[in-house]
């Protein structure tokens, strides 16, 4: 069974960088997508904000993140996938998720606060 472990995330000012991981337990050998959601507090649903094709690398974006946050993962480390955001603003303060297949990562939290 497909289990995702997430790491990354924190406190950082507006304007910053931070990076999310997530591994998953084995690596599907036909196309599969890695997502990435968010949810803030008093936020009933969770919002995908970014999404990985793979082994294509094709990316979407919603639009509140396009241009700063980029969904990937190095060939070197095919069970690994990363999502780097920059430009952090404290609208994307919450708590996020990497998902694939019907797998959730625990979920991890990134706060943006001077």
């Known amino acids: 069974q497909l289990t995702l472990r997430q790491s990354g995330g924190g406190l950082v000012q507006p304007g910053g960088s931070l990076r999310l991981s997530c591994v998953a337990s084995?690596?599907?050998?036909?196309?599969?997508?890695t997502d990435w959601y968010r949810q803030s507090p008093g936020q009933e649903r969770r919002e995908l904000v970014a999404?990985?094709?793979?082994?294509?690398?094709?990316?979407?974006y919603d639009d509140s993140v396009q241009g700063r946050f980029t969904a990937c993962r190095f060939d070197a480390d095919e069970a690994t996938t990363y999502l780097q955001m920059n430009e952090l603003t404290p609208e994307d303060s919450a708590v996020y998720y990497c998902?694939?297949?019907?797998?959730w990562g625990q979920g991890t939290q990134v706060t943006v606060s001077s």
């Open positions: 998902k694939s297949e019907t797998t």
């Open positions: 084995r690596v599907p050998t036909d196309t599969y997508t």
């Open positions: 999404r990985l094709t793979l082994p294509s690398h094709e990316t979407w």
